[in-house]
């Protein structure tokens, strides 16, 4: 059995789809922190078969229109005195600004200084459509 120690103040990643956890590490630049970090990788879950986990042990700001591209099913707790004060269910944004590029060579993005803003346009699929061009782009783009 592994045992992960419990986190005095900080978060708790969970309900991460098995095999992403990988993505969400590196993004929030984990393997350079000064702080404790726990990635587990593959746990068993009841619900989802398996899941990743990330534990932090320190609190940090965390963009969750990025975490929701990436899966949204997941589930943010905020751990004080080690016990959850704060529960945040994850979902895909309905709009991401400066996360996904557009690639229309003709949209004003390409031209001028101006934020790239997507709208979700179809959540089944998780894309997302240029408000300037109506170019689509799916949620696994972000850069």
Same mark, same amino acid.
């Given at each position: 059995?592994?045992?992960?120690?419990?986190?005095?103040?900080?978060?708790?990643?969970? $309900?991460?789809?098995?095999g992403q #956890?990988?993505?969400? !590490?590196?993004?929030?630049?984990?393997?350079?922190?000064?702080?404790?970090?726990? !990635?587990?990788?593959?746990a068993?879950?009841? *619900?989802? #078969? *398996? +899941?990743?986990?990330?534990?932090?042990?320190?609190?940090?700001?965390?963009?969750?229109?990025?975490?929701?591209?990436?899966?949204?099913?997941?589930?943010?707790?905020?751990?004080?005195?080690?016990k959850?004060?704060?529960?945040?269910?994850?979902?895909?944004?309905?709009?991401?600004?400066?996360?996904?590029?557009?690639?229309?060579p @003709?949209?004003?993005?390409?031209?001028?200084?101006?934020? $790239?803003? !997507?709208?979700?346009c179809?959540?089944?699929? +998780?894309?997302? *459509?240029?408000?300037?061009?109506?170019?689509? @782009?799916?949620?696994?783009?972000?850069?």
């Amino acid at each position: 059995m592994l045992n992960v120690d419990q986190i005095k103040n900080g978060i708790v990643i969970d $309900h991460i789809r098995a095999g992403q #956890g990988i993505r969400i !590490f590196n993004w929030l630049g984990l393997g350079k922190s000064p702080y404790n970090v726990a !990635f587990v990788v593959n746990a068993n879950s009841e *619900r989802m #078969g *398996r +899941k990743d986990i990330i534990k932090i042990d320190n609190t940090i700001t965390i963009n969750l229109d990025i975490l929701g591209l990436i899966d949204p099913n997941i589930t943010v707790n905020t751990i004080e005195n080690e016990k959850i004060t704060g529960k945040i269910k994850i979902k895909l944004p309905q709009r991401v600004e400066d996360v996904l590029i557009c690639k229309n060579p @003709r949209c004003i993005t390409s031209a001028e200084k101006v934020p $790239h803003i !997507f709208n979700l346009c179809n959540p089944k699929q +998780k894309t997302y *459509r240029c408000e300037y061009c109506d170019e689509i @782009r799916s949620a696994a783009d972000f850069r």
